[in-house]
């Protein structure tokens, strides 16, 4: 049994800044990517930023959403099974639910898989 736990949501100011965090835990052999993704309401979920690791401790090829480049930084702790999001110079348009997505193989060697965390809420607001 895989599980993603994710912490740092909350309500911030536009141009503020805010870190997300995304721990696995349970039956994991190896995790080859972690990432994170938004759903708004009444918007389809997308995706934020991935980190695929390259086998390296804690380096990763990292894919951005055209919305966040520049401002959101994605990286890795394959030692630690965690992944983080530094999001910088917030928008009211980033409002969002993040949700947080693994591809892992379990120690039962079944996949490799994709598990969600449950999600946490980011509002930028005045």
């Known amino acids: 049994h895989v599980q993603l736990v994710e912490s740092g949501g909350g309500l911030v100011q536009p141009g503020g800044s805010l870190r997300l965090s995304c721990a696995a835990s349970?039956?994991?052999?190896?995790?080859?990517?972690m990432g994170w993704y938004r759903q708004a309401p009444g918007k389809e979920r997308e995706l934020v930023a991935r980190?695929?690791?390259?086998?390296?401790?804690?380096?990763?090829?990292?894919n951005y959403a055209d919305s966040v480049m520049g401002r959101f930084v994605i990286s890795g702790n394959n030692g630690k099974n965690t992944v983080y999001l530094q999001m910088n110079n917030l928008k009211t348009g980033d409002t969002a639910v993040y949700y947080c997505?693994?591809?892992?193989?379990?120690?039962?060697?079944?996949?490799?898989?994709?598990?969600w965390g449950q999600g946490t809420q980011i509002t930028v607001s005045s």
């Open positions: 980190i695929t690791f390259t086998g390296v401790t804690n380096s990763g090829v990292t």
């Open positions: 349970g039956t994991i052999y190896s995790i080859k990517r």
């Open positions: 997505k693994s591809l892992i193989i379990d120690s039962n060697n079944h996949g490799p898989e994709d598990y």
